[in-house]
């Protein structure tokens, strides 16, 4: 409902908008018309004009205007005495209106002026003095002028109200794509929320039920309480795990986490914490095998670079059945750096793999175990923050983690360069994928 308000609300600015740009644009247009026809009608008669002058000079009688009259209809000239009366008049317009123009010429003022020659008719008139003749005007009818400029705003006005409907239209279209991202982070957030509100709610739950117990049974010594502590102890790990990687997902949606660059040897960072998790590996009854280990130098952050292989290690190791071994593999690839953990459990079907990256998501129960489902997103915004992929194959039976980043920085390999790397295009979602397995 609020997205539907929103889009009412920007399909009515943009109208609002728009019906004043075509509004201004519209009246412009028929602005210069006016302007151009009123220019090229005043040219005309100051040539006409200086043409009759001429010939009323040379012809020395106002019988020249008899011939004027017939070689140029539609324009009508008066002769005016230097005493102020017509003389002249063929055309029998009401001279009324034309007298202070006329008055204004007969005392040397040339002038181009629009009067109203009454019943709705106007006309332009310009009147020029003549040296012991008196005053010559020359006039022509607007209604050509007017006609021509009605067309233009009947023309405008549909061609404006098409064009308005038709931005309508684009704009409500659009509007509903430009709302398509905001509905899209609106979902993710309240799915984000209703997740970690639910993840929370087990861990939050079990304390307090222990709590209760504990409260119930005072006299009791904390061995005899033993069970009911360290369920305690590890739903506040639990809780603690998912509120760091919460806060680490908010941050990356808020532009806020940091990526600090720095000169690396992969190597190393993966022996030493292959070495860390073998202990770990040993408890679960799992073998942590280090392959093979060849990738040498890198540009990446350390500390978040040691946080995804955790993450893929401790996803590997609580998914192999006893008995089974986890391989890790680090070499060089061309100019990226390949990282891969390979284990043998339960695997995760094809049209899952893409949706495991998303927060909370769960397969099945046979992959739930203790996660929150966060490693993994936490994962794929590291390597992308490296200008890298991580990507899915299955191991049969098993899966196959690859991650790959480039052996030195990007352009500009300061943090926030990398920072913009988050959340890479379509191309290049695309282009990634096509990389071969």
Known sequence: MIFNRVRWRLLALNAAVMAGVVAALGLAIVLLINHLLMAQTAADLRREADRARVEMAEAARPEAGEHRDAV???TFYVLWSPSGRVELNPARVATGPLRPAALRALRGEVGTTTVDLGGGHRALVVSQPLPGRGALQVGRSLDLVTAVETQAVLVVTVAGAGTLLLVLAASWFLAERALVPIRQAFE???????????ELRTPLAVLDAGLQVLRRHQEQTIDENDDVLRSMEEETRRMGRLVAGLLTLARADAGEAEIRPLPLDLDRLVRETVDALEPVAATQGVRLELVECRAGRVTADPDRLKQVLLILLDNALRFSPRGET??????????????????????????ERQRVFERFYQVDAS???AGAGLGLAIARWIVRAHGGIIQLHDHAPGLLVRVRIPLASPTGGAAEGWRRRLLPTRSQEGERRRVRS
């Open 326 to 351: 986890v391989r890790v593999r680090c070499l060089r690839a061309g100019r990226e750096a390949e990282l891969e953990v390979a284990d043998r459990g339960p695997g995760i079907p094809a049209p």
């Open 72 to 74: 140029a209809p539609g």
């Open 188 to 198: 993710r957030q309240r799915r984000f929320t209703a997740d970690a509100s639910h």
């Open 367 to 369: 992959r739930a175990g």
